[in-house]
């Protein structure tokens, strides 16, 4: 029994170390593929659709308000939603659903 545990005890040294760090090492590689990159590609997807912006263009703001852009100043946005026309902040742009004539063009 002591001849296992002091082969045991030799057979550990520097690389057994880094070979038992290895499965760690993976799960971060793994957990960084399926949590970071996609939020980053849809970070960088939502920063080209609000730089796209357009007057005329239907939006839904991240509050829930639809109406469409009827002016475009730095970071703020102007939206008409029914009567009314509020500033909105480019970035609260939470998607685009078309341009002002896309429903006369569809059949």
Not at 20 to 49: D, N, S, T, W
Not at 61 to 70: K, N
Request: glycine share 12%; net charge positive; proline share 3%.
């Amino acid at each position: 029994m002591d001849i296992l545990l002091l082969a045991q005890a030799s057979g550990q040294g520097q690389g057994s170390s880094l070979l038992g760090f290895m499965p760690m090492l993976i799960i971060i590689v793994i957990f960084y593929i399926v949590f970071f990159v996609p939020q980053r590609r849809q970070l960088k997807a939502h920063q080209e659709m609000v730089n796209s912006l357009q007057r005329g263009d239907q939006v839904v703001t991240a509050g829930g308000l639809i109406g469409e852009i009827t002016g475009i100043k730095d970071d703020q946005v102007q939206v008409k939603s029914g009567q009314s026309t509020v500033v909105v902040e480019r970035s609260k742009i939470a998607r685009r659903t078309g341009p002002a004539t896309a429903g006369a063009e569809k059949k």
